[in-house]
């Protein structure tokens, strides 16, 4: 893979058998587990299962089928 600039930031591009090992889609979060100079490791950030989590800690219930809407939880 190549690092290539991107803005002030810097960005590589994911091989297909990656994307596709992970289930990536745009938009997804990774977080990087583990690197060393030859070897980088990734996991896929699941956000909303982290979010259900917090939510129980706090005894916030949610149906299994429950999913999160921006434009509800924006609507004023």
Do not use: Y
């Not at 977080?31 to 706090?58: H, N, S, Y």
């Amino acid at each position: 893979m190549q690092v290539a600039k991107w803005g002030n930031s810097l960005a590589v591009r994911l091989p297909k058998s990656l994307v596709e090992d992970l289930g990536l889609k745009a938009g997804d979060q990774i977080d990087i587990i583990d690197a060393t100079p030859d070897r980088l490791a990734v996991v896929k950030a699941d956000q909303r299962a982290a979010a259900l989590a917090r939510m129980a800690e706090r005894g916030w219930n949610a149906s299994t089928d429950f999913r999160f809407s921006r434009d509800e939880a924006n609507e004023r």
